[in-house]
């Protein structure tokens, strides 16, 4: 099947960009130097170091979700390679899909990568092996996931600086949208209030997969909190996915 | 059934914001059959490439209909059975040849081994051999163009749809395309393509289009056309004076120490030749030149 | 210009602006001059600034506070004490270290109890199932406060919390014994010794109840010797003739079993052993 191909093709291209090893390379210095700043704490040191390095890890697998997801498109298009793969009996549907497949896979080498690392930190610090972290990088990559897919739907229509601010935005509004049901009931207008609620159900709410806090504390969570952040992710990916194929049939290549 | 058929096509853009509208293809009317090589000729702007992204399903038309061996051009089915070359082609520079090759294969589902044999014979074909394993930024044009028409041949479609496929390529490139060519038409395939160069168009084409301005200016065999040209007749000759040769034919032009008289009628030849040997002059040559390709598009183009 | 003579002017430059820049430290006094803290966002703030990285936040800012704290020649390093705390402990209320800690430096280096105590609090309501920041609180309340009901309610709570270690109950026994209730803190101990699941409880327990009936029975023999000396003009002969002149109904023992001792000559009596455990 040519999605496979097409999956294939956009993880090489992506390997073989030396942005994406840089980025690689620096969050695992960053996740190493977690075991530095830990120094400088009073108490649990292990706990700071896994802040420190779970915040590094997932700060720069962001940047590379955003980074190899805007180009991802619009280089195809700029560069009209694009012209011979839709020239062949590839649909525009399966283009997109490919494009995604192909970045899913990126991703999951660039965080197999740094979690590794992370894990062997933590077992030479005595940290032993915890499977809550596994769960957490399991929630990450859902949410790295979802990036995806919103820096590939900006990218099928837009310049890369544009699809950088609007994927951006939508990363940073995602993490707060848990205000927006407190903030809710502060507004006067039952319209506003409306609108609001709205919003929150249609725009991104990416803070459930951080369970950063779960994590290293090792507070309990709920299985129902897990399974539906899955189901969460999974449908809203596929939404993502469907408009920006919706948007992609009616492109035209000048 | 004709392999490409194109009726009434129409296509506009927007510029923008703007209200006013860019009539790019204003109804085109093309029809290939199967076996023919089809030159697709018109100067810079006129819609060629328009026309074939039509064709391709990379642009929508407004208006009209592009059948492939009854099929629309856009669908999976028609691509299936088309090999394309774009202008200019540019490939993942991060990949060589052979790994590009393969891909392309991949996206027809070829299996790898009836690939892999299929890629060898390729790019033999081509004359890209011993580059097979470099990577592509480092082809030159030429060697793109090259790969370009590989990778249209990679599925062995019945159909090749190649714009201004010899951009790029030396003389020797494009003798070697144009025996290419000639030889997939010498396979029962179909071949239409667009190009500027019109000596090579000359060699090859059975069927020529002329556009002009978004318009089929005009369409036939080109067999035809030429025939129908008019022929016209060049004397050669010296050892006369301006003033005389005036008199004979004012036609002429003169050419280090030659005139060479221009004559469209045929029957004029033999009264020239006699009135200047007459005049004491010297007839050096009596040419037939038949109009060029170049000729009639010069023509269609001043009668816009 | 060649390329060596570019590069010397670039170091040169750089070094210059490095100098320019020690000065303008040396101006300035970072702590003082900066309102560090005014610009220093609420702990709600900064949960939602911190888009998701809120532990990360929480650690950077505790790690900053210790170092800051630690730094002795800013004397008015403690005016935003329990601000800074109170933002850590917002961001991630179920980080342990920001309670203990910053109660500590509120104890002993800004020498603020109460200040203290409302963080422990904070730390108990937050993180329910901690004994420690109760026994802590406690245990501040009893040695600086000498607020000892105060004190026996924080370790009454504390003792109630899962795996709270058993010295927790004793102290609260203790805390009711230093409000001179000596009967009720008597009861408590004895439930103590009853129910002790070491050695080490026993012994404490065993000690302490020893005290505590002294200190009970004592002050009534000595009353019922001098009510002896009132009426007869002598010191009773043995404690037994107390019991025979109906002065007293029974002489008590010591908590071991033996008798107090008794002095007839001076009218003294005074236990086999003394555990100074009332210090006031």
Known sequence: MNIKGLAFNTFKESARNKMFYLLVFFGIIFALSSKLISFLTLGDTIKVLKDTGLAAINFFCVLIAIFTGINLVYKEIEKKTIFNILSKPVTRDHFIIGKFFGLALTMLVALIAMAGIFFILV???????????????????????????????????????????????????????????????????????????????????????????????????????????????????????????????????? | MKTLEITNLKKSFRSNFLIKKYHILKGIDISVEQGEIYGFLGPNGAGKTTTIKCIMGLLFPNEGEILVNGQPSASIAARRQIGFLPENPYFYDYLSASELLHFSASLFAIPATVARERIDLLIKQVGLEGHEHLKLRKFSKGMTQRLGMAQALIQDPVCLILDEPFSGLDPIGRKEFRDLI?????????IFFSSHILQDMEMMVDKVGIIINGRISRQGQLSEMIASSTQYHEIVCSRISEKQLTKINPNFVSHDNQFIITLDNEADINLVVESIIHNNGLVIAVNPVKKTLEDIFLKELREV | ???????????????????????????????????????????????????????????????????????????????????????????????????????????????????????????????????????????????????????????????????????????????????????????????????????????????????????????????????????????PATLAELVRTGIAKAIPRDFSGNDYQYDPLQGAIKAQRVFKWKQR
């Open chain 3, 1 to 235: 210009m060649n390329g060596k003579l570019l590069a010397v002017i670039f170091l040169s430059l750089l070094l210059l602006a490095a100098v320019f820049q020690n000065r303008y430290d040396s101006t300035i006094s970072y702590f003082s001059d900066r309102s560090t803290f005014v610009s220093l966002p609420s702990g709600k703030a900064l949960k939602i600034l911190s888009f998701g990285y809120q532990n990360l936040t929480a650690d950077l800012l505790f790690i900053w506070s210790i170092q800051f704290y630690s730094t002795y020649y800013l004397t008015n390093r403690f005016d935003y004490l329990e601000r800074v705390y109170n933002t850590i402990t917002d961001i991630t209320p179920q980080y342990k270290e920001p309670y203990i800690i910053g109660a500590l430096i509120m104890v002993f280096e800004a020498k603020d109890i109460p200040m203290a105590i409302r963080l422990l609090d904070k730390g108990s309501r937050n993180i329910e199932k901690e004994w420690f920041f109760d026994h802590e609180a406690g245990y501040y309340c009893y040695k600086y406060l000498k607020d000892y009901s105060r004190a026996e309610a924080y370790y009454a709570r504390a003792a109630s919390k899962p795996n709270a270690p058993s010295f927790l109950k004793r102290m609260k026994a203790h805390m009711v014994y230093l409000q001179d209730d000596p009967k009720v803190a008597y009861q408590m101990w004895l439930d103590i010794y009853n129910n002790a699941r070491d050695r080490l409880e026993k012994d404490s327990a065993f000690n302490h109840l020893y005290q505590i009936k002294a200190e009970i029975d004592l002050p009534v023999l000595q009353q019922e010797i001098a009510g002896f000396k009132e009426n007869f003009r002598r010191f």
């Open chain 1, 123 to 254: 077992l030479l610090v005595g940290g032993g092996f915890d499977f809550k972290i596994l769960l957490y990088f399991f929630m990450l990559y859902l949410e790295l996931l979802i990036i995806v897919a919103i820096s590939l739907l900006f990218s099928s229509f837009s310049t890369p600086i544009l699809s950088f601010i609007f994927t951006v935005s939508l990363y940073l509004i995602g993490h707060i949208m848990w205000t927006f049901n407190e903030f809710k009931s502060l507004l006067r207008s039952p319209l506003l209030e409306k609108f609001t609620h709205m919003l929150y159900y249609i725009l991104p709410n990416l803070d459930k997969f951080n369970i950063k806090n779960e994590v290293v504390l090792d507070l309990p969570m709920r299985t129902g909190t897990i399974l539906f952040s899955i189901l969460y992710a999974l449908v809203y990916i596929m939404a993502l996915l469907t408009v920006t194929i919706m948007i992609f049939r009616k492109r035209e290549f000048l």
């Open chain 2, 182 to 190: 000639l030889n997939l038409k010498g396979q029962g395939k179909t």
